[in-house]
């Protein structure tokens, strides 16, 4: 049990290994505590220099040239140093390109015409709404059925009508952290293929795919990865299922020796085959940015200070709010918790509200979540400290 107090949170900070990484990002505005850095992450200090470069000589004098000079390949180079960096998998199985929400409608349709004599997709009614929308979009074209599962029931609810089995790895709202392994290896004797979407663990927790055995991946570069507002997403497709698996957005750039231009769509090569149009370079050069960050920091680094945010958060929440009402809504459990914490109480959107009045950012989640996020390249423990103690002032003084 750590001591709530001020000089705990300053002795954690001395001892804290990537303290130094603070700088390697702009400073904010003084006093603002910013505890949403898994919504949007902060900016890395080099990425208006990268930027500027590739603005100012890539595309100012380069021009057209820039395609064949680096930028055609960003997807996939920028893919393998994440895929060996920071997710387990293997060189070419990890591209760039589109959103979150655009990847998982190709990879979860590519995994339906997989099984075509499957007619069942298993998700949880918890899972992040693009997640569940995207799906009840793709069974409306496909006559599929969704089975709502929570990711604990998921290995007694397979069955070999099973098509695809797909969850969030950490739960977007409490932070709960699943059995990526476990999930997967239940779908797998019953012949189903696997797709987790690691927007929320992507640069938090180790991410294991190849060991996990997952089939398909995809997630947010713009959360714990730092690379920028609405930066492209990455998607993972397991090395052995690339030959088989088709995507359904057919673009020119996914195909087969794009500049033939030729009659009639034959796949790429492996993971290109998953990528539909032109490269976002500017925002690609954004991510890379971010990702390089977390790669150098290391992710068994960024984990171990990442459980002790959130030990601390906790700590800190049964202390000083408890008996104001609020409780903790993320496993207590360190094992099973990913890099947020989920403060539960009725008035959490005031709350949320009140504590952005005093220069404290968090986020709101319907019904009743404040949402910590505690990124371990830019959160400080003092921040906590401080962030919590201002919510029990809060409580203290209704209406204040
Ligand atoms: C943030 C998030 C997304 C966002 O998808 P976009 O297409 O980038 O808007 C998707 N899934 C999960 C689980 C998320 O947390």
Not at 17 to 43: K, Q, T, V
Not at 267 to 295: F, M, Y
Not at 306 to 334: C, F, K, M, N
């Amino acid at each position: 049990m750590i001591a709530a107090d001020r000089s705990a949170a300053q002795a954690l900070d001395e001892a804290d290994p990537l303290g130094a990484f603070l700088e390697r990002f702009e400073p904010i505005e003084s006093g603002l505590i910013y505890l949403d850095g898994n919504s949007l992450g902060r900016l890395p200090a080099d990425t208006p220099q990268r930027i500027n470069a590739v603005v100012g000589h890539e595309w100012g004098e380069r021009l057209i040239r820039g395609w064949d000079e680096g930028w055609m390949a960003l997807p996939t180079t920028i893919g393998d140093r994440l895929a060996t960096g920071l997710l387990g998998a293997n060189p070419g199985e990890v591209a760039l390109a589109d959103s979150t929400s655009v990847n998982f409608f190709k990879l979860a349709a590519a995994a339906l015409h997989a099984r075509p004599d499957r007619r069942e997709i298993i998700t949880d009614h918890e899972n992040f709404p693009t997640d569940r929308y995207v799906l009840e979009g793709l069974i409306e074209r496909t006559g599929h059925e969704l089975v709502w599962t929570r990711p604990a029931d998921a290995a007694a609810a397979v069955n070999e009508d099973t098509a695809l089995v797909t969850f969030s790895h950490v739960d977007y709202r409490t932070a709960e952290l699943y059995d990526m392994a476990g999930i997967t290896h239940a779908a797998h004797e019953a012949g189903a293929l696997t797709l987790w979407d690691l927007s929320h663990s992507a640069g938090a927790v180790p991410v294991e795919l190849e060991r996990a055995g997952a089939d398909l991946a995809v997630g947010c570069t713009y959360k714990y990865l730092n690379g920028g507002p609405g930066s492209p997403a990455f998607l993972y497709v397991r090395a052995e299922h690339q030959a088989q698996l088709r995507q359904p957005i057919w673009g020119w750039l996914g195909r087969h020796d794009p500049f033939a231009m030729a009659p009639g769509y034959i796949p790429g090569d492996g993971i290109l085959q998953t990528i539909s149009g032109t490269p976002p370079v500017l925002g690609l050069t954004a991510a890379a940015c971010g990702i390089e960050l977390s790669i150098e920091a290391g992710i068994e680094t960024i984990r171990d200070k990442s459980t002790q945010l959130t030990e601390y958060a906790i700590e800190l929440a049964d202390a000083l709010l408890a008996d104001h009402g609020v409780s903790v809504g993320s496993p207590r459990d360190r094992t099973r918790r990913g890099g947020h914490v989920s403060l539960t109480h009725p008035d959490a959107r005031t709350l949320t509200r009140r504590l952005a009045q005093r220069d404290v950012i968090a986020d709101f989640r319907e019904p009743d979540v404040i949402r910590l996020g505690l990124s371990p390249l830019t959160t400080r423990f003092g921040e906590v400290y401080e962030a919590l103690t201002r919510l029990a002032q809060l409580l203290a003084t209704p209406g204040a």
